[in-house]
Nanobody, 115 residues
Framework: QVQLVESGGGLVQPGGSLRLSCAVPGNIFRIYVMGWYRQAPGKQRELVAQIISGGSTNYSDSVKGRFTISKNYAKNTVDLQMNSLKPEDTAVYYC?????????WGQGTQVTVSS
């Protein structure tokens, strides 16, 4: 059983910042495509950002220019820096590890953007 453990969620005002972190087992960290997804109430889970083993990244249009995904090789974490947060960013954020035939999820962390 692969465990991905997210942290860093919380309540923030519009325009504020949060940093999410996902702790990943070393073998998974090195070879899987790592991503952050989110699911708002009543909506489908959607991709927010991904980073592949070579370091290339891709982002959903809704977060491009505001969010940054990165890997911390010293800590085996995948981080999501979220700036200029908007109320529509409110959701449960999930960490995902993906390769052909395999997909692992964390338990999720709540992000609420509200004044």
């Amino acid at each position: 059983q692969v465990q991905l453990v997210e942290s860093g969620g919380g309540l923030v005002q519009p325009g504020g910042s949060l940093r999410l972190s996902c702790a990943v087992p070393g073998n998974i960290f090195r070879i899987y495509v790592m991503g952050w997804y989110r699911q708002a109430p009543g909506k489908q889970r959607e991709l927010v950002a991904q980073i592949i083993s070579g370091g290339s990244t891709n982002y959903s249009d809704s977060v491009k220019g505001r969010f940054t995904i990165s890997k911390n090789y010293a800590k085996n974490t995948v981080d999501l820096q979220m700036n200029s947060l908007k109320p529509e960013d409110t959701a449960v954020y999930y960490c995902n590890a993906l390769r052909t035939g395999y997909s692992f999820w964390g338990q999720g962390t709540q992000v609420t953007v509200s004044s």
